[in-house]
């Protein structure tokens, strides 16, 4: 069967548009209904949104009664059976009331916040990546201190009491003190 360059013109694509129609019958309302949006929305031209600084964006995502959502993702619908061909929430870009020096300010508000997300993030990292070096060290370290104190015969309970990193190798002539008092 050859369909041609574009399936819905010419006789096989309305044929093809016949049967669509037919099967339509065969569920029930809400897939019935589901479908019949599909396929009016496959029909229609996809609307596209345009700023004031004339950036446009086609429709990605339609509702079922062919209504569709603001391609600039402000969370606003856009209602084809109201007529509205804008976006109508005052926070979007694609929004008619706003002027070209508004929108301009508004981006390169938005390129700023996400710059600074981005850098704060980098850095999270980064001193993430430190703690983990440093632990690393440490415990390479402390594992050589105690290998250390095995080798000289000192007591290792006494060995890390000084604190942050420093050691002190004590041999006891009688057991350790501090090992009795934490008992």
Known sequence: M?????????????HILARVIARLNDYDT????????LLWVLIEPV???????????????FYGNGDYACPFKCGAAICRSLGETTCKNPGCEAHPGLTPDTLQRLREKKRIEREVVA??????????QRIRDDNVRRAEWRAAQR????????????????GYERVKFKKHRKGCPKARANA
Do not use: W
């Open 2 to 14: 050859d369909y041609g360059n574009d399936p819905l013109t010419g006789s096989t694509g309305q």
């Open 30 to 37: 809400d897939e019935g209904f589901r479908a019949a949006a």
């Open 47 to 61: 609307p596209v949104v345009t700023t004031v600084l004339g950036d446009s964006r086609s429709a990605t995502y």
């Open 119 to 128: 850098t704060r993030q980098r850095n999270h990292e980064a001193a993430l």
């Open 147 to 162: 290998a250390e104190c095995i080798r000289r015969g000192a007591c290792l309970d006494c060995l890390f009491r000084l």
